[in-house]
Structure formats: C-alpha cells, structure tokens
C-alpha cells in the first residue's frame, strides 16, 4: 500500500472532494497568437492549450495528443500528452538507432498529471494535479511546471514546485495516499539532460512508432504527424525503430524488461546522460551485458547498493542491486532519484522475473 502523510492513515488524512471542483470552461484561443517573449504566462489558461470543460483537457486545434509506447511511472498517476508546433513547421527524423527528433523552434510538449479517484473507472471523477511543459525557443528547451487548484478550474505557473495529499481507489478496490511531490523547475534538467543540455524525453520515433486513438480514428503516430505536416521527409513506419509496451504480455519478456528500463532509467543511465560515470547503461538498444548490469559491480553506489554486489545478478533477482534500488524508497537509494515515492510493484516484478530467468552459465 502507498499510505504514507507522516504516517496517517487514510481515514485521518482530509481528503479532496470532487465537489470542489467549480464547472468551468476555457474559451478557444489561436495558439499562433501566442507572445512567445512573454513566456512562461502565469496561468496554464493563457496559452490555449485546451478548449470547453476545463477538466476535460480537450485540445484546441492542432494540439495533438501523443503517448510513447510504455510510460514513465510516477506514483501510478495517469497522463495525457500533446503536442504542438507552429504552423508550417515541422520535426525531422535523425538517421540514428533511437530515432531522435529535432523540433523547430516554438513547439510545446503539454504533459498533464492526474488521479481517477477510482482506477476501476478511469473515465469517472478525477484530479489534476500538474501540468508540466517543455518550450523549444532559440534552440534551447525550457521546462515550465504548472500546478492545479483544488477547484479544478486553472494551474498557475510554480517555479518552486509543490507537495499534495493524493489519495484514490486502486483496482483491487484499496485506498491509497501518498504525497505527491512536484518537482521544481531546477530539477527538470536532472532527468531530462543529454550532455548538459535540456532535451525532452519519450518523443523519439521508437516511443511513438506505434498506433494510438485520434479524434479522427486509430492511426500510427508517426504517419498521423506526417499527416498533419509535422513530420519532415518521413518514409515509412517500418523504416524507423520501434519500442514495445512494456504491459504487453505478448511481447518477448526481455524486451519488455529493456523498454522498462529505458523509460524509466536510461535518460541518465546512458553515455550522454548524468548517471554515464556508473558504467550502467540501460537503452532499449544497449546489448552488452555487463553495460546492462550483468556481473557489474557499482562504481560509487554507497548505501545504495545496498548489501549486494552486482547490478544484476543473473537468477537472482532479490540479490541484484537493480532491483533493490528500485523497491527501495530510502533517500539516496532509491532510483530514480525524483519523480516517485512509492514502489512499481507491477515494473518490479517485470525486472525481477527477467532476471531470475537469466541463465547464469550463458554469461560464464
């Protein structure tokens, strides 16, 4: 169970209501009129992101939504994610094996973070709880965190992010609580860094290159954003990589494991990433075992690595410093380092059942 709030429990935790939420709606704004010098705006309303029943988030024109293949967790919130580019602009593929985009200046990445006070009804009442932007201008990316009220009618612009009681129903009926930390501006970068330099994170062609629900019907994300004029010299879906959903039990499980890993841990486990000192490298394309982990040993893990010695240890999941540091929620040993308070249960048993099916005579 994820209750925490200074050990409360959940029945002495004040709980938010969805009767606070006030009926609003926001009217439809042309985005091409938008003050790019003026940014960040201080309210989330003053972009034109979304139209009609604020807590609907449904996107203005030529806002479209976007969602990588397997997800980043955090805290088991749900998001929505959209996109948009001025008119007449367009991204373009880069010829490498994950398909790294460039973005024209003036596109906005629009992440919304929110809880169904019932995962067993995911379209019922819920609470937004932040809404994160990433603005491309000058060539450089910038993060803007955006923090919702309890009315539910705005999000004003919170450079020094913020804590919030979160509570909701899970699927096997049970209350959580948890304390949801938004992050502040300054720690953006720390996972979304290559080289020093801010860069978005599951906008690569193998995190879209697979079929999602338009208003419009289903279509493949990259050839709906060719569609759209979004995509620059695009050939073909099958001409670019592509990353399974790590949910997918029809999908080979190491492969699963490596999506997992790369979303949730390669944007600094990587060469060009803050983590790329540890030697452990954890992309969806990385094929060499010890860079994975296998038999390696930490390079200045501490506590961290807890009482073990290897990463990973081939059929020994519950002996692997991977795992430890990914049940753990200890400060300073927990990975990753922000972005959660609880436990993955379901990503946890994922990597451990990878491992434990590790042959280890396969890597002697």
């Avoid at 080979?252 to 944007?267: F, G, Q, T, V």
């Avoid at 990587?270 to 390079?299: Q, W």
């Avoid at 506590?303 to 002996?319: Q, R």
Wanted: net charge negative.
């Amino acid at each position: 169970m994820a209750l925490s709030c200074s050990q409360k429990t959940s029945e002495e935790i004040e709980r938010w209501e969805p009767s606070a939420i006030v009926v609003a709606e926001w009217p439809e704004k042309s985005m091409d009129q938008i003050d790019f010098a003026n940014i960040p705006f201080k309210n989330l309303s003053d972009y034109g992101f979304f139209k009609g029943e604020v807590t609907a988030l449904a996107p203005s024109a030529r806002v479209l939504p976007y969602a990588p293949a397997s997800s980043l967790f955090t805290d088991y919130a749900y998001k929505s994610r959209f996109i948009w580019m001025p008119e007449g602009e367009s991204a373009t593929i880069n010829p490498d094996e994950e398909g790294t985009l460039d973005f024209p200046d003036q596109t906005i990445l629009i992440k919304n973070f929110y809880y169904p006070l019932d995962f067993a009804q995911p379209e019922g009442p819920k609470r937004i709880i932040e809404t994160r932007l990433m603005v491309k201008q000058n060539g450089t990316w910038e993060a803007y965190p955006y923090i919702w009220n309890d009315e539910q009618s705005d999000a004003a612009y919170k450079v020094v992010g913020a804590e919030k009681t979160v509570h909701w129903k899970d699927a096997a009926g049970e209350t959580q609580v948890i304390n949801y930390l938004v992050p502040n501006k300054n720690q953006c970068k720390s996972c979304h860094n290559a080289n020093e330099v801010m860069v978005p994170i599951g906008v690569k062609a193998k995190h879209l290159n697979h079929t999602i629900d338009f208003s419009e019907g289903a279509s493949n994300q990259l050839v709906k954003w060719a569609s759209e004029g979004m995509l620059n010299g695009f050939d073909h879906p099958e001409a670019y990589p592509k990353m399974v959903d790590y949910f997918d039990s029809k999908e080979p499980l190491e492969l699963r494991a490596k999506a997992y890993l790369d979303i949730n841990c390669a944007h600094c486990h990587r060469a060009e990433g803050p983590a790329s000192t540890s030697g452990l490298f954890l992309t969806y394309e990385e094929k060499d075992p010890l860079k994975l982990g296998v038999f390696k040993t930490p390079v200045a893990a501490g506590f961290g690595a807890g009482s073990f010695k290897y990463a990973i240890l081939p059929g020994k999941a519950d002996e692997s410093i991977l795992t430890y540091r990914m049940e753990t929620n200890i400060v300073g040993a927990a990975m990753p380092e922000i972005g959660r308070v609880t436990t993955h249960r379901e990503g946890l048993d994922l990597i451990k059942t990878w491992i434990n099916g590790m042959n280890v005579k396969a890597y002697n």
